[in-house]
């Protein structure tokens, strides 16, 4: 496995920067992509520079992944989450290359009470939802050697996600509220990293199997139970004063962009075709956690 070499976009990414540190460990090579050459949009240009690092996989983690923000920005939103993997799609197969690719459970409208399976209806509730959907399609369209992994509720000790702003708001205000009525399965970003290293161990045996995958941390949850798991583990700490989390519903939370009451993934598909289980999200968020206090002593 030591000559697979790894092109990687997004390199401010949770999970780019997870895979670029899983793959050293694997023996694998993985460099970052000048993302200003995504950016511009020129075919050419981003197929010259793929070709340039000689690549076996193309890893496409560019996101614009806050979800009120892609609502208020929705050209900014279009470019980063659907044209860049157009873009992508067009230049690895013109260069026949397989590309890898993050979409969202936010493709599906949680309406369902039952986790969805890959080939579920799919009804975006807001923007950002929408341009991950088109991404999907586009890669489908042009780029047949295509791996789709949908993931959801993604944390891990870097970035601005759910895990870190409770922290913040547990150790300044000693008080944080939490959508109690929306379900979904956090997902530390070290386990995708660990889930794409796995798909490409297997690709690499000219295995056939393309498509679309769904991988979620193990244990359904609302945000307000994600909460209160950071809030136990905080305490171990010593950081905060808060004794629980005060629950509110999506109507009362202030957001611009509506989501899913449900997006529990079904991960039946990638256990079966790639043996890869479900790991508990709970021992990630213990391990970030860890981190986040080490890294401020």
Partial sequence: MSNIKLLVTGCSSQVGSALCARALKEGMSAVWFDDSILNSLQLESVQAAISSHKPDYVINTFSYSVVDVAQNNPQKNQTANYDVAMILAKACNGLDLP????????????????????????APVNRFGEAKLAAEQAIKQHCPKHIIVRVGWIFSAQGNNFVLRTLRQLQQHHYVKAVSDQQGCPTYANDVARVIIAIIKQLDCSINVWGTYHYSGAEVTTWKGFAEAILAAAKKHGVTQAETIHAVTS???????????????????????????????????????????????
């Fill in 99 to 122: 590309l890898l690719h993050l979409s969202t459970d936010y493709v599906f409208d949680g309406e369902q009470r039952a986790p969805y399976k890959e080939e579920a209806n799919m």
């Fill in 251 to 297: 109507l009362e939370w202030p957001a611009k962009a509506p989501r899913p009451v449900y997006s529990v993934l079904d991960c039946t598909k990638i256990l079966s075709t790639f043996g890869i289980r479900q790991r508990p999200w709970r021992s990630g968020l213990v391990k970030v956690i860890n981190q986040v206090f080490k890294a401020a002593e």
